[in-house]
């Protein structure tokens, strides 16, 4: 039987070393800065109870709808690779205790999330998200300082022109009159719609915003917007996010068609895009929650946070992160020298430079060997013969001046 190559699933990705120095880069970064935030770090199971996410993202959302990897496991328990991560950290937080202790909790995650899309550039089946996740604080003040957070992290990373492009939407509990208008304002629109809008009219007209039927978007130019339908004090925290933006000098547009794909958003939702980026999707999107946590079973926890898409991130930061690290090659003369160049290899690693050491292994012979480490980009080659094992010593050659110079072991820098 001749061998079968095994491709990885369709909508993954393998990360190289040349990739994920800079993934590592971007949550480097992240770590720093949420930290001095006071955010701690959680990490979630990537599977969850298919339930967790229907009664979270919402049954009417494509995400829930067509988008998740659901199966049996062999206790007949349906489970779901999490397409999203905030209802896990919801679910985590209730059921660690955290909702009944200290307030305000700050948390952030970074982890891979899955959703059964049609694979294209920027879209994936396994895709890597970094959020961060705020309960306990109701006020204005909470979404403006969780903007903040944000921007901080984007410039770090090198993002300029960027702009919050922000709305306001009822919650699932107000949305009544909201839906009534949309039903409305869509009366005798309904060819225009194709079946999936139908579908969304029907069970959650606030979707329809979400439709990426451009045909549909025409149609619900001049629809009215979530925003005229917010209570009062919603009306208020609203107004009083976007002066504190104003006085944190983070740049906004008000975008009264923003919905977002989830269910659970109350009041303030956002997208960040920048104009680095083209007009491309947004790299990131978020909201206020303020329901979802006595929704899944906890108590009544405001919060609000953001996800950003790792992957489209990774791919348009303008932070460089090209090596600059020091890179020396160990070179015996001969096979006879191996051993010695192994420890001369391990001293050099423990002094503590910092450099990049790697130890020749090809048994190619010193003259070929030290071409090689030229054109590979070794700017040293550290290299070992008989008279150098005798001495306790090693040749230091730099590889661009040709200069060398031998040192005793204890020596080397
Ligand atoms: P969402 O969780 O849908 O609010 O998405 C937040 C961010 O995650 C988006 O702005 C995208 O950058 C990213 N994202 C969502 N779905 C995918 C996917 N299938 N592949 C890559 N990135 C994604």
Known sequence: ???????????????????????????EIAHRVFSSYGYGEIRTPALEAT????????????????????FTDRGGRSLTLRPENTAGVVRAVIENGLAHGPMPLRLYYVGPQYRYERPQKGRYREFRQIGAEFFGASGPEADAELLAM??????????????????????AM????????????SRGLHDRFG?????????????????????TLRALEGAPGAIEFLDTASRAHHDEVLRLLAQ??????????????????????????????????????GGRYDELVAELGGP????????IGEDRLVDVMPLATAGTARRIRVIPFGAEQAAYALKVAVAMRQAGTGAIVDLDVSGRGFKKALGTAAELGFQEAII??????????????????????????SELK
């Open 1 to 27: 039987m001749g061998q079968v190559s095994v491709a990885r699933p369709k909508g993954t990705r393998d990360l190289l070393p040349d990739q994920t120095s800079r993934w590592r880069a971007a949550e």
């Open 51 to 70: 339930e967790l996410f229907a009664r979270s993202v919402g049954e009417s959302t494509d995400i829930v709808h067509k988008e998740m990897f659901t």
């Open 150 to 171: 944000l921007f901080d992290f984007l410039r770090a990373l090198g993002f300029r022109n960027l702009s919050v492009s922000i709305n306001a939407v009822p919650s």
């Open 174 to 185: 107000q949305r009544e009159g909201f839906s009534a208008a949309i039903r409305e304002f």
């Open 195 to 215: 079946e999936d809008d139908r579908r969304r009219l029907e069970e959650n007209p606030l979707r329809l915003f979400d439709s990426k039927d451009p045909e």
């Open 248 to 285: 944190l000098k983070i740049p906004f547009v008000e975008n009264p068609r923003l919905v977002r794909g989830l269910d659970y958003y109350t009041r303030t939702v956002f997208e960040v895009t920048s104009s680095d980026l083209g007009a491309q999707d947004a790299i990131l999107g």
């Open 300 to 307: 009544h926890l405001p919060a609000v946070g953001f996800a």
């Open 384 to 409: 070992v013969g008989s008279a150098e094992v005798d001495a306790g010593t090693a040749t230091v050659r730099n590889l661009l001046t040709r200069e060398q110079r031998t040192v005793p072991l």
